[in-house]
């Protein structure tokens, strides 16, 4: 059919007509924000990692004006986490509400047989996988790995206590994998409610380990009090800055170095509701990477000696259903499911 310059013009405007009609919705989507504040929910006690970190991105975003809106952090520990992640179920259709969470996703769930899964919530972004280190205290003899190994090897079964956060949580998991190489002896397993508490009770010889993460433990490592022993992955931490006055991260040997062949590293993730649609993810997603961009943040990075590793959308999913296998796994052969 032949047009005349009359019917191209027509067709021209109807075509930028049908066109923006098919880009607007999509600029929309990028320009959502919250219209309320946003709830920040920690489904682990005061004090601990998971706590420290929601709560230093809050003021993150309150320092740096990162969003409009306020950002309020609460702590949901009950049930070993359970209670904020069945908050987080039961508001699906909200989307302002995030989550922190730490391993304690896949263990919560698989451990305790609460009605909740991962998949209940919708996939943000990996903000960093977190590094768990043998730590006694410094009055105790034991110098090396190799030391306190021995030690709990020649003692009595369970004789030894190894504090934790939670039960048939992160700690315990690795607690069981330490005794493994024990010599058939094990720990009496001593749980507490957050990180932070566990420190203190290390402090106060009330425990004889823990396995702490570095975030947890470095202030007491500082003041000279506690003493790291071993940190429980492949390879040593690349944060060579001295924390102590002689030490760095990076001075603390692999376990596996050291004589103990345990290694386990733990998530530090975000997640939004379920029924989020993608311009809310990416809203947060942003927000997070802008968080992320701040000296504060790689400043909080090298203090907690985090692995910094981040990631979003279908590679962090396909982590989150390789994560959950592993665990599954292993609390499988620890006797932690909670259909054993």
């Not at 290390?202 to 009330?206: F, T």
């Not at 692995?307 to 959950?324: I, R, V």
């Given at each position: 059919m032949i047009r005349t310059g009359a019917s191209k013009a027509r067709t021209i405007a109807i075509a930028l007509a049908a066109s923006a009609c098919l880009t607007a919705p999509a600029l929309a989507q990028q320009k959502w924000e919250p219209s309320k504040p946003v709830t920040l929910v920690i489904p682990a006690g005061t004090g601990g990692g998971a706590d420290q970190m929601a709560r230093f991105i809050q003021g993150v975003v309150q320092k740096h004006s990162l969003m409009k809106q306020p950002l309020i952090v609460i702590n949901k520990a009950g049930g070993a986490g359970a209670e904020g992640f069945l908050e987080m179920k039961a508001s699906a259709n909200d989307p302002h509400k995030i989550t922190i969470t730490l391993s304690n996703v896949f263990t919560t769930p698989l451990g305790t047989g609460s009605p909740f899964n991962w998949k209940d919530m919708k996939p943000v972004a990996m903000l960093a996988l977190d590094q768990f280190i043998l730590w006694t205290n410094s009055e105790k003899p034991y110098k090396t790995t190799k030391d306190y190994v021995e030690a709990v090897k020649a003692g009595e079964d369970r004789q030894f206590k190894m504090g934790g956060t939670g039960s048939k949580q992160e700690d315990q998991i690795v607690t069981a994998a330490v005794e493994q190489q024990t010599g058939g002896k094990k720990f009496t397993y001593v749980p507490y409610a957050g990180g932070g508490q566990v420190a203190v009770q290390?402090?106060?010889?009330?425990v004889d380990s823990t396995v702490n993460n570095p975030i947890e433990a470095v202030g007491q490592w500082r003041a000279g009090q506690l003493r790291p022993l071993c940190i429980f992955d492949a390879q040593r931490s690349t944060y060579t800055a001295k924390v102590t006055e002689k030490e760095a991260w990076s001075d603390i040997p692999t376990c596996k170095e050291s004589g103990l062949p345990v290694e386990y590293q733990m998530l530090r993730g975000i997640f939004t509701t379920k029924n989020a649609k993608p311009e809310q993810v990416a809203f947060y997603v942003d927000l997070l990477k802008k968080v992320m961009a701040t000296p504060d943040w790689k400043e909080f990075?090298?203090?907690?000696?985090?692995?910094?590793?981040?990631?979003?959308?279908?590679?962090?999913?396909?982590?989150?259903?390789?994560?959950?296998?592993?665990?599954?796994?292993?609390?499988?052969?620890?006797?932690?499911?909670?259909t054993q």
């Open positions: 290390l402090v106060g010889n009330h990075m090298e203090k907690g000696a985090f692995n910094q590793t981040f990631m979003t959308g279908p590679d962090f999913e396909k982590w989150l259903t390789t994560a959950e296998a592993l665990h599954s796994d292993l609390m499988k052969k620890a006797g932690f499911l909670a």
